[in-house]
């Protein structure tokens, strides 16, 4: 089971919006709505920002927002700030025997 | 607020067997969901290994399977990783997790460390 796919980075200034893509495959984000985005900072574990595609856990601001089409995820995030500096992950649910499987990161830069 | 912790050596020498244990606060592990264990290499992305449910059975990453085995102890309310044969590339942080389909909620991490 490969990583799913995501750009190596994306930037943005203050106040602007970024938009990160998770693609997978028909086996793993195209067969099920199990997708998550984590918030990774140095040092510490992934915070989930985003899980079912598009569902916010309590205390994550609403500039944070997930889709899917097909076999790709996204990720928005609007009204960037400082703060959002950070490296971001989807994963996916695959089934059968194989739990779940990651993207392989996005550093978001706050310019 | 289920509240995880990862505990093990820092360090393990080449050869030798990787064992970690997640304790689990918050939330009794017998009564639902798959418990897991992740890790990510430095500078690197994060790779799924193991997840085990008390009653619904055990599912372990292809790649790694032959040297994995995970364990679960409802009584203590813990779950367990053994990593046999670590090599330098088993250098890592490893979360342990509670699954929901996918990660809703990971502990700290715990680095280990593979050196002689």
């Known amino acids: 089971q490969s990583a799913l796919t995501q750009p190596p980075s994306a930037s943005g200034s203050p106040g602007q919006s970024v938009t990160i893509s998770c693609t997978g495959t028909?086996?793993?984000?195209?067969?099920?709505?199990?997708v998550s985005w984590y918030q990774q900072y140095p040092g510490k574990a992934p915070k989930v920002m985003i899980y079912?595609?598009?569902k916010r856990p309590s205390g994550v601001p609403d500039r944070f927002s997930g889709s899917k089409s097909g076999n790709t995820a996204s990720l928005t995030v609007s009204g960037l700030q400082a703060e959002d500096e950070a490296d971001y992950y989807c994963?996916?649910?695959?089934?059968?025997?194989?739990?779940?499987?990651f993207g392989t990161g996005t550093k978001v830069t706050v310019l | 607020q289920v509240q995880l912790q990862e505990s093990g050596p820092g360090l393990v020498k080449p050869s030798e067997t990787l064992s970690l244990t997640c304790t689990v606060s918050?939330?009794?592990?017998?009564?639902?969901?798959?418990w897991g264990w992740v890790r990510q290499s430095p500078g690197k992305g994060l790779e799924w290994l193991a997840s085990?449910?008390?009653?619904?059975?055990?599912d372990y990453n292809a790649s790694l399977r032959s040297r994995l085995t995970i364990s679960i102890d409802t009584s203590k309310n813990q779950f367990f990783l053994n990593l046999t044969s670590v090599t330098a590339a088993d250098t890592a942080v490893y979360y342990c997790?509670?699954?929901?389909?996918?990660?809703?909620?990971w502990g700290q991490g715990t680095l280990v460390t593979v050196s002689s």
């Open positions: 997790v509670r699954d929901d389909w996918v990660p809703d909620n």
């Open positions: 918050g939330y009794y592990i017998g009564r639902a969901y798959f």
């Open positions: 085990i449910h008390h009653s619904r059975g055990i």
């Open positions: 028909s086996s793993d984000v195209g067969s099920h709505n199990y």
């Open positions: 079912e595609v598009n």
């Open positions: 994963s996916s649910y695959v089934g059968g025997g194989i739990e779940y499987v």
